[in-house]
């Protein structure tokens, strides 16, 4: 199931590792991640941090490994504000999957502006409502 916060035309993405064209390596590591995830009935462990060049795939990744995990995927490109991320935060669930998409631009304007990220990223757990 995907749920998109950007507009995120899943038809376009492959929805099988066979469909995926390129970056074998790092398609190779996922899809093993990925399955090893679904059976074990455990979250991915693992982040990908991915080259920024537009139209390699990074996207396309996300959308299978969400598929192979059967996990929510969302997707927020840019400068996001905390209180949306909150709300998104707050809408997601264990295991889910965050693409972040340009996150290169988080940091424009001064990394003030990103600083309410650092402790999520730090602590590698976000918080919802209780």
Do not use: C
């Not at 995120?8 to 398609?27: I, M, R």
């Not at 905390?82 to 264990?94: I, K, P, V």
């Amino acid at each position: 199931m995907i749920t998109n916060h950007a507009s995120l035309d899943t038809s376009n993405y492959p929805t099988k590792w066979s469909e995926y064209v390129g970056q074998t390596q790092a398609k190779k590591m996922l899809q093993v991640a990925a399955k090893s995830a679904r059976l074990r009935k455990a979250p991915l462990e693992h982040t990908l941090i991915a080259h920024p060049t537009p139209g390699i795939g990074k996207t396309a990744l996300a959308v299978l490994v969400s598929l192979e995990t059967r996990r929510n995927v969302r997707s927020v490109a840019g400068q996001v504000h905390r209180d949306f991320a909150r709300m998104l935060f707050s809408e997601m669930r264990d295991g889910d999957i965050l693409h972040y998409g340009e996150f290169h631009q988080v940091m424009e304007g001064g990394k003030r502006k990103a600083e309410w990220l650092l402790h999520y990223l730090q602590d590698g757990v976000i918080m919802g409502p209780l």
